[in-house]
């Protein structure tokens, strides 16, 4: 569904990504994890076209590089950003409605029904102000408006940022429902157990090289990769 190959980033004589290349299949959830600066948000930002990059980028057979951001979001690239970036002075209904790509007015209905039942308690909140919703709605809102283009593939950027744990746990529970839907799905993470707990498969970045890949559970368990590159500390008997 997903294809980059030799993706080059950089950031004037700083380069961000390096001779990165990875897939996602149809339907499958995988994760980007790595140490802030390992060139996670920079692989995603290059897939939808909001920052320069050079090297292969597919979707569903389709080259993406070269075209403009929104054509690419009307192709089935979808992103919910780090940080959220909702229109804070704008209701819930409003932020969502931005997301879609065809609107008429029974499209946009018919979205909003379903985003409805995907996140029930957007549905109490549907005319507050974003702004003035928790970050864990807030959130809920971002990934709302994302899925409101009815994306083919839906990219997720650092979603569990500065949120509480039990917040964390429902956002991969979420993935996880997104996943039942058939929807394939990349996710940057620093919260790499979360990220590889809900991912049937993983790249480990540092400085913006694939360093690891492969399946998500034999990538979690790797002492080295653990230490190295993920932040997880080893017990000591």
């Not at 004037?12 to 802030?36: F, I, K, R, T, W």
């Not at 971002?142 to 994306?151: F, G, H, V, W």
């Not at 990220?195 to 090289?209: F, S």
Request: without cysteine; neutral net charge.
């Amino acid at each position: 569904m997903l294809r980059l190959d030799a993706l080059e980033v950089s950031y004037g004589p700083v380069g961000a990504v390096s001779g990165l290349s990875l897939n996602v299949a149809p339907g499958e959830v995988v994760a980007l994890v790595g140490a802030n600066g390992a060139g996670k948000s920079s692989t995603l930002k290059a897939i939808l076209g909001l920052v320069k990059a050079r090297g292969l980028i597919q979707l569903d057979g389709e080259e993406m590089a070269g075209m403009p951001t929104h054509l690419r979001v009307a192709s089935g690239l979808a992103l919910s950003p780090e940080g959220r970036h909702v229109f804070p002075q704008m209701s819930v209904r409003e932020n969502l409605e931005l997301g879609t790509v065809k609107r008429t007015v029974g499209a946009t209905k018919e979205l909003l029904d379903e985003m409805m039942t995907i996140f029930p308690r957007l549905r109490e909140r549907i005319s507050q102000q974003a702004g003035s919703m928790s970050g864990g709605e807030q959130q809920m809102v971002a990934i709302a408006r994302a899925l409101m283009s009815r994306p083919k593939v839906l990219m997720l950027d650092e979603p569990t940022l500065g949120l509480a744990p039990l917040i964390v746990d429902q956002i991969g529970e979420l993935v996880l429902t997104l996943k039942k839907r058939g929807l394939s799905i990349l996710i940057s993470e620093q919260n790499a157990e979360m990220a590889l707990d809900v991912a049937d498969r993983a790249y480990v970045l540092e400085t913006g090289r694939i360093v690891k890949s492969g399946d998500s559970r034999v990538i979690k368990a790797d002492p080295v990769v653990r230490s190295a590159y993920l932040g997880f500390e080893e017990e000591t008997v």
